[in-house]
């Protein structure tokens, strides 16, 4: 069994900062990509940023030059820091991860429940 807890998400005034984490646990050989997407209400899920495990980033349109996405490969930790932030980053943002589970060769996509960010005028 594999787990990505989430956690940093709330309500935030335009222009603030919120720092999302998602640590990943349970039977887990390797951790590939992690990274972030997001889905506000009525469109599709998007990318915001993703992670390799060598540290090799790639940003969405919408994570481009505010998001900062780190990861800890040790601690099986992925984070999102969102500066300057804009009423249109209002969504569920969803931690994702390539993993490798023990007694497994092929990488299966997981994904958190979801946290709510809220950014208001």
């Known amino acids: 069994q594999v787990q990505l807890v989430e956690s940093g998400g709330g309500l935030v005034q335009a222009g603030g900062s919120l720092r999302l984490s998602c640590a990943a646990s349970g039977s887990i050989f390797r951790i590939d990509n992690m990274g972030w997407y997001r889905q506000a209400p009525g469109k599709s899920r998007e990318l915001v940023a993703v992670?390799?495990?060598?540290?090799?980033?790639n940003y969405g349109d919408s994570g481009k030059g505010r998001f900062t996405i780190a990861r800890d490969n040790a601690k099986n930790t992925v984070w999102l820091q969102m500066n300057s932030l804009k009423i249109e980053d209002t969504a569920v943002y969803y931690c994702?991860?390539?993993?490798?589970?023990?007694?497994?060769?092929?990488?299966?996509?997981?994904w958190g429940q979801g946290t709510q960010v809220t950014v208001s005028s």
């Open positions: 994702y991860a390539l993993i490798v589970r023990l007694g497994s060769r092929v990488p299966s996509d997981y």
């Open positions: 992670i390799s495990r060598g540290g090799i980033t």
